[in-house]
């Protein structure tokens, strides 16, 4: 037992946050391993999750646009380590409402896994997209 002939007054407040008292008033304080932060920051790695993502693209977009639209956004996921399940095409239909003075729009599923950070790339590059009309990736499991 370290410290076990010292009395409690006299042990640092930073120490006694990390000790714990015995009944016969002895203390067992616990030694913190020591990490480089480079070291923490190495190990600390994000999930991986999977996700969906829903595109609208314009109606009057030929099949080379649309398959280089889906193409960009495989290129992203595989450059950060992700990878693609499955691509859905779910055709042209009507809009709700009209977005960007369009009632029609060619609807695309896509699911994914990846990391997190990955999402507001591919969020940023389709807002900036003329071609997208809308676009909402989602986490399924939440």
Same mark, same amino acid.
């Given at each position: 037992?370290?410290?076990?002939? =010292? /009395?409690?007054?006299?042990?640092?407040?930073?120490?006694?946050?990390?000790?714990?008292? %015995?009944?016969?008033?002895?203390?067992?304080?616990?030694?913190?391993?020591?990490? /480089?932060? &480079?070291?923490?920051?190495?190990?600390?790695?994000?999930?991986?999750?999977?996700?969906?993502?829903?595109? =609208?693209?314009?109606?009057? *977009?030929?099949?080379?646009?649309?398959? +280089?639209?889906? $193409?960009?956004? +495989?290129? *992203?996921?595989?450059?950060?380590?992700?990878?693609?399940?499955? &691509?859905?095409?779910? %055709?042209?239909?009507?809009? +709700?409402? /009209?977005?960007?003075?369009? &009632?029609? %729009?060619?609807?695309?599923?896509?699911?994914?896994?990846?990391?997190?950070?990955?999402?507001?790339?591919?969020?940023? $590059?389709?807002?900036?997209?003329? $071609?997208? *009309?809308?676009?909402? =990736? =989602?986490? /399924? %499991?939440?």
């Amino acid at each position: 037992m370290l410290f076990a002939h =010292i /009395p409690c007054a006299i042990i640092p407040k930073f120490l006694r946050l990390q000790a714990k008292i %015995g009944r016969n008033n002895t203390i067992a304080v616990k030694e913190k391993k020591v990490q /480089p932060v &480079t070291e923490l920051l190495r190990s600390r790695t994000e999930p991986v999750r999977n996700y969906e993502l829903v595109v =609208i693209y314009r109606p009057e *977009l030929v099949k080379e646009k649309l398959d +280089a639209g889906l $193409d960009h956004i +495989a290129k *992203l996921v595989a450059e950060k380590g992700g990878s693609i399940a499955s &691509t859905e095409p779910w %055709g042209k239909r009507k809009l +709700a409402y /009209p977005i960007k003075h369009q &009632t029609e %729009g060619i609807y695309f599923l896509v699911k994914f896994s990846a990391v997190s950070s990955l999402t507001k790339k591919i969020n940023n $590059d389709l807002r900036l997209s003329e $071609d997208v *009309l809308r676009h909402l =990736i =989602i986490c /399924p %499991g939440k």
